[in-house]
């Protein structure tokens, strides 16, 4: 099947089964408290639903517009900005005639129950699963590294031994480290067998981000050779049968070697050097928006194209701390993330639907699966938390004004912060998702 609908079908089920779960979490507690809940919709219906059936007070249905879901609460702001039920006296069963603090578990349901989830499938998959990991040793050419990251000692080959005075058990950990957590002191294994203590600033990451050299390390080094042109290289007459020297003067052995040669060197061409027929050729190949040369490798060592990957099995109980651990660390670092968003440059990367089907694989696994999935659940108990009035945030935010100066914010108040926020939201969809068209359509 085309990976196109694979990854569609694997959002749609995801978020379908987050959406209603999410909801799910506003619609127990608000039964709980005896509040009468209008409607229980996954997607939207505006206008008209695709199905929907009425069980007790309840509608229960499926809306057209695949944007969220939603429980109607009967005597609450909401995005429905039901006027003329909220102009009439209070009811008992209402949502604003209950005290502040169970308005505010009725509020907080819906994040809880992401969460719950996220650390759930998580606790489940490594249950199941176990957890792979590479070890120093395992990494037989080390790890290639960005320009910036040699000014601060590391070197081409480096494996990595502690961070932060700690042993690290999976190499592969370190690129995403050194983006997402404070990491100042890294011990280091050089080519040479020879160790040392490396410094990195509180910034690394964020100097690494805007010169467009994240993660700063390059991924596990492999010996390879050129196997294929096209793009640029095919244009200047490279051949594919041509043995590739080096990249602006930066001798090319590792795959590593040629992200390292246009890092350190950012013109919008590439001095490329090949020998064919014992002679030494130099070629100017000019670079396109993706910054590529087009030049494709093939590896010389077969018996190495990726480090081996361990298994470490746990029980049960194990999982559990395990499992939970992996999800508050996947919670803090998409908080961190977001100082990236708030620059110029990370806001031309946020992304919408289009950016969150790319999580999933091109063919359906169900391991896959469950890891997006509890991902995006860690993800929507984050962005719905956020104090943005038409979020729950935004409703979190009031309760807890409410209680704290013992002061409720008038419903006139409410309605209009509700339609600020409505239209925020509105606008930061369109722009995210205008951002994945723009990038399909550039290929960017």
Do not use: C
Not at 126 to 151: C, H, Q, R, V, W
Not at 391 to 419: C, N, W
Not at 433 to 442: A, E
């Amino acid at each position: 099947m085309d990976p196109f609908f694979v990854k569609g079908a694997q959002l749609f089920l995801s978020l379908s089964i987050l959406i209603v779960l999410h909801e799910f979490g506003h619609f127990i507690p608000a039964r709980l408290f005896k509040i009468r809940v209008e409607k229980f919709f996954l997607f939207f219906d505006v206008k008209f639903a695709l199905f929907k059936k009425k069980i007790g007070e309840t509608v229960y249905g499926i809306g057209w517009l695949p944007l969220g879901g939603y429980v109607k609460i009967s005597g609450m702001i909401d995005e429905s900005m039901d006027k003329e039920a909220m102009a009439q006296e209070p009811k008992p069963w209402e949502f604003r005639s209950k005290p502040a603090w169970q308005r505010l578990i009725v509020m907080i349901g819906g994040v809880t129950v992401n969460i719950i989830l996220g650390f759930f499938i998580y606790i489940m998959i490594i249950a199941n699963y176990g957890e792979e990991y590479t070890t120093a040793d395992d990494l037989k050419y080390g790890f290639g590294f960005s320009p910036i990251m040699e000014t601060y000692g590391f070197e081409q080959g480096d494996k990595i031994l502690e961070v932060n005075g700690e042993a690290l058990l999976d190499q592969m950990d370190f690129p995403h480290m050194v983006m997402m957590r404070d990491v100042s002191q890294v011990k280091v294994e050089h080519a040479d067998g020879s160790t040392e203590v490396l410094s990195l600033p509180e910034d690394i990451g964020m100097k690494l981000f805007k010169s467009g050299e994240m993660p700063g390390v390059n991924a596990p080094r492999t010996p390879v050779k050129l196997d294929s042109v096209f793009s640029g290289a095919e244009k200047v007459g490279i051949l594919g049968t041509d043995e590739l020297i080096s990249i602006n003067d930066v001798p090319i052995e590792f795959k590593t070697d040629a992200t390292y040669a246009l890092q350190k060197n950012r013109d919008s061409i590439a001095t490329v050097t090949v020998m064919r027929d014992g002679v030494a050729r130099q070629f100017e190949v000019p670079l396109g928006d993706d910054k590529m040369v087009g030049v494709g490798f093939d590896f010389e060592d077969k018996d190495y194209v990726m480090p081996k990957r361990n298994k470490r099995e746990y029980g049960i109980a194990e999982s559990i701390g395990r499992g939970i651990n992996y999800g508050v660390d996947q919670l803090v670092d998409y908080a961190v993330q977001f100082k990236y968003v708030f620059t110029s440059k990370g806001a031309s990367q946020v992304g919408g639907f289009g950016a969150i089907a790319g999580l999933f694989p091109d063919q359906w696994d169900w391991l896959s699966f469950w890891q997006t999935t509890a991902f995006i659940s860690i993800i929507l108990a984050f962005m719905n938390i956020l104090p943005i009035p038409a979020l729950d945030g935004g409703h979190v935010m009031f309760l807890l004004y409410e209680m704290i100066t013992g002061r409720k914010p008038s419903d006139k108040f409410l309605e209009y912060a509700q339609m600020i926020g409505f239209f925020l939201l509105i606008a930061l969809v369109l722009y995210a998702n205008g951002n994945d068209l723009y990038r399909w359509i550039t290929g960017g």
